[in-house]
């Protein structure tokens, strides 16, 4: 008995060492890169810390950071700064793992008690100070608000606030199991707002290097969840808008909402009267506001252009939340041509080029003069059951919206249409329901 408890002990000190020795390297690491950087710094900004923080959660960081930027009379201070891992082990292999040149599971990079004054040189700009290259879409959230047209630190202050304060994480996860990318970004400020959200990107496969990760990589959008939650900012503005404007809080309110809503449509955007009565929910009520996607399969936001505005919301299978409580009707609108206009976006004009099915490369006999005869080709309309006999072939098809779409057809598998429609930039891959589809015509 007492040479297994000898054994036993003898185990606890070697875990006990093993482990003084892993943090003390994570310590010492640390140290070094952090002391790196304050070096190469040194022309920019001043940069102090107060001293390095591992956590066996698996954490590592410096606390008491504060960044001095040399053109500016101000500073920024952050409690503690992070990089967080799933355990204390990945921690250790973090380092290496980069190194190798392979790709983490799980990282992520947080901010804790970030801290920046709204009377420093930082935030000392003026917001519309830039008014030739604005747009009608900024500062919508100042309409209404008296002769404030856009807001800025000195509004801030007029509103009880002195400083940003609060914590922000952002950071990565992989889903092997479902071929997902999961980037977060979580933040709070205090007395402000909190946001949380998560965007899911589609993977070809797992990466396992950081060079595979391009190529896994999908622009396609698997998963969104967004969530503000109000902290105390709707109502101290509401209030601040309410006395520049010298009206009551519910007129002013009926006015700023009212004006969104005309600044919105007067430049290609028009929106319901669910969406209408979301906003101003928000902006009465505080709370949260959430707003999810689950498309039923991965998409492509660029493919999105190619469908009506009632269809997108189909297809992303959007849902919308005030404190809770559902936003059935989420009918919006748009005029792609008014918007860009509105930014002053500048495009190319865009041809259409008609598709041709693919033809053999081979050179054929020329027959002669007698046998020649030039055979044209023509649309024809078929029926939606004649559909899967044309794959390959190029289509026209008119939906239910007025849409059309023409392009070679991929496929038809279980109540979707996929056609590969070519622009002069490159080409899309639409997916249609056969529902809404209402004539069809093949080139043959």
């Not at 959660?57 to 040399?70: N, Q, T």
């Not at 933040?187 to 990466?207: Q, V």
Request: aromatic fraction near 6%.
């Amino acid at each position: 008995m007492r040479k297994l408890l000898s054994i036993v002990i003898a185990i606890v000190i070697v875990v006990i060492l093993l482990g003084a020795g892993a943090v003390g390297y994570l310590w010492y690491s640390t140290k070094q890169e952090m002391d790196r950087i304050v070096t190469e710094a040194k022309p920019f900004a001043e940069i102090s810390y107060g001293g390095i923080e591992i956590s066996p959660a698996g954490s590592v960081g410096v606390s008491r950071l504060r960044i001095r930027p040399m053109v500016l009379d101000d500073s920024i201070s952050i409690g503690a700064v992070r990089l967080n891992t799933p355990n204390f082990l990945t921690l250790l292999n973090v380092r290496w793992q980069l190194s190798q040149n392979q790709l983490p599971e799980s990282l992520a990079l947080s901010f804790h008690d970030f801290e920046l004054s709204l009377s420093g040189g930082i935030l000392g700009v003026d917001p519309g100070g830039h008014a030739d290259e604005s747009s009608p879409f900024d500062h919508l959230d100042a309409l209404g608000c008296g002769p404030i047209t856009a807001f800025g630190a000195p509004e801030w202050r007029e509103m009880g606030y002195d400083r940003f304060l609060g914590n922000v994480e952002i950071g990565y996860r992989i889903d092997p199991k479902n071929n997902v990318l999961e980037l977060r970004l979580d933040s709070d400020m205090r007395d402000w707002a909190t946001l949380n959200l998560s965007i899911g990107l589609a993977l070809t496969k797992p990466p396992k290097s950081l060079m595979e990760l391009p190529l896994s990589l999908t622009p396609k959008l698997a998963k969104l969840n967004f969530m503000l939650r109000d902290d105390g900012l709707n109502q101290r503005r509401n209030a601040y808008c309410a006395a520049k404007a010298g009206k009551s809080l519910p007129e002013y309110l009926a006015d700023h909402v009212q004006r969104v809503v005309e600044r919105l449509r007067a430049n290609g955007v028009t929106l319901g009267p669910g969406m209408i009565d979301a906003y101003q929910s928000y902006l009465t009520q505080g709370g949260a506001l959430t707003i999810t996607a689950a498309p039923p399969a991965p998409i492509n936001p660029a493919e999105l252009r190619e469908y009506a505005p009632a269809d997108i919301v189909k297809l992303l299978g959007l849902r919308m939340k005030v404190n809770e409580v559902a936003v059935t009707d989420l009918t919006v609108d748009w005029n792609a041509a008014e918007i860009t206009k509105a930014l002053n976006i500048k495009l190319k004009p865009e041809s259409e080029p008609e598709l041709e099915p693919n033809t053999a490369s081979a050179p054929s006999p020329s027959p002669s003069p007698a046998a020649t005869k030039k055979i044209y080709q023509t649309y024809h309309p078929i029926s939606i059951g004649e559909l899967s006999q044309h794959v390959g072939k190029i289509v026209k098809l008119r939906t239910a919206s007025g849409a059309q779409y023409r392009g070679q057809l991929d496929g038809v598998v279980e109540g979707m249409i996929r056609i590969t429609v070519r622009k002069s930039g490159g080409s899309a891959v639409l997916s249609l329901r056969t529902h809404d589809i209402t004539a069809i015509e093949v080139l043959y």
